[in-house]
């Protein structure tokens, strides 16, 4: 068994998800979150009830001053290196219930600078994927009045001023243990999470107000944060609250997360219905049995079958999720029919997605901040 690593730059082994709320210093959403986010909201997303949204930090600070009708707002982003795969998609999505459900504005970072950095790419490539990846970002639904998208590069202007305002209040071996950096990474990405910390209060300093921020993200993400809560607070800001979920496991089954490393096997927003069929048929690691017997016997293990982990994201109603868990453990269902739900689940969210996409293109500078 690989060692368990969760940072930003790395993500490796089998993840322990309460050995990393102890780890990070975070906090469960245990029942009582989210019995009051039901009452505030209306309903509690599936994501939450799921336990996919797992962890928070000053939640519940955030909806003390939300109750007393004080607003917030969303942050969150993408590192533009790729396409927009199934993983991002769910973060997303729940982003979006978020803006719908509290009404509320989103800062939508693309971390050009970041992703040129790290990644063995020209700037050139990377300013063609910030493009390519708007479309999908747009395409998630998101209000165009309430959503602003900033590019670390374009809107360096209105940025570094507060970027080194932070980087002056973090130290180089602060950032050496939180992201594993050693001499030898490049000075450009030991400055970076200052500039992933700005908007977490960028929309106060424009707009001269004090409001809490909530920034949903997948749990690497949170060393950034960790780091840098304590900063925007010294720099006069509130702590910005966060909500953290767990990695959707990659088709395969392996440890890590779903990712766009290995492209074969990562269902992206652009794949076509024959694709997504094939990827899911040939690699979605099955809990059945090895015969057909035998699995009529005993059933499948759906703690281990992808299809049957996946069907989370993606089948919303709890009583049909139960059915078919219940189904294929007994062995009534083979993991080939699981599959084809799953199939179509995820074709009919990328249909729409892809049909909203091709409408994107005009849409874009009324998303892209205004600078
Ligand atoms: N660093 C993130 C990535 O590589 C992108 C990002 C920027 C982000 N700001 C964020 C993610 C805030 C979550 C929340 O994908």
């Known amino acids: 068994m690989t060692k368990m ?4 730059y790395d993500v490796e082994g089998d993840i322990n998800y309460n050995r990393l709320i102890t780890e990070f210093g975070i906090k469960k959403i245990d029942d009582k979150l989210l019995k009051r986010i039901e009452k505030i909201a209306g309903e509690v997303h599936p994501y ?3 336990g996919i949204f797992f962890a928070h930090r000053d939640l519940e600070k955030l909806l003390d001053a939300y109750e007393k009708g004080e607003k917030f707002f969303l942050y969150t982003g993408n590192g533009p290196s790729g396409p927009i795969h199934i993983g991002h998609y769910s973060i997303w999505s729940f982003t979006k219930w978020l803006q719908d459900k509290f009404n509320v504005e989103l800062w939508f970072q693309f971390t050009d600078d970041e992703k040129f950095l790290y990644k063995n ?8 994927w910030t493009h390519k990846n708007m479309l999908d970002v747009i395409a998630m639904g998101f209000d165009p009045k309430k959503t602003h998208f900033i590019v670390d590069t374009k809107h360096a202007n209105i940025m570094y001023p507060e970027a ?4 002056k209040k973090i130290t180089f071996s602060t950032i050496k243990a939180a992201f594993g950096f050693t001499d ?4 450009g990405s030991i400055f970076y999470t200052a500039m992933q910390t700005v908007p977490a209060f960028l929309s106060n300093v424009l707009n001269n107000k004090n409001e809490y921020c909530l920034i949903p993200l997948g ?3 949170d060393p950034h944060f960790r780091i840098s809560r304590d900063v925007v607070e010294k720099l006069g800001h509130k702590k910005p609250a966060i909500i953290h979920a767990k990695f959707m496991s990659p088709l395969t089954g392996a440890s890590g997360k779903s990712g766009s490393s290995e492209s074969a096997k990562t269902i992206f927003m652009t794949d076509s219905a024959k694709t997504v069929k094939k990827k899911i048929n040939k690699y979605a690691f099955s809990g059945g049995k090895d015969t057909l017997e035998e699995h009529r016997k005993k059933g499948g293990d759906v703690s281990i079958d992808v299809a049957c982990q996946w069907l989370k994201y993606f089948e919303e109603d709890d009583n049909k999720l139960t059915e078919i868990y219940d189904k294929y453990s007994k062995g009534e269902l083979l993991s080939g029919e699981v599959k084809a739900i799953l199939i179509e689940k995820v074709n009919n969210i990328l249909s729409e997605h892809q049909k909203r996409r091709e409408t994107a293109e005009k849409q874009i500078d009324k998303f892209i901040l205004k600078n």
Request: charged content about 30%.
């Open 5 to 8: 690593k969760v940072n930003p």
């Open 48 to 50: 939450l009830r799921r």
């Open 121 to 128: 790419m020209t700037y050139e490539e990377i300013q063609e």
């Open 164 to 167: 080194i305002k932070v980087a």
């Open 184 to 187: 030898s990474n490049n000075i």
């Open 219 to 221: 749990v690497d993400q």
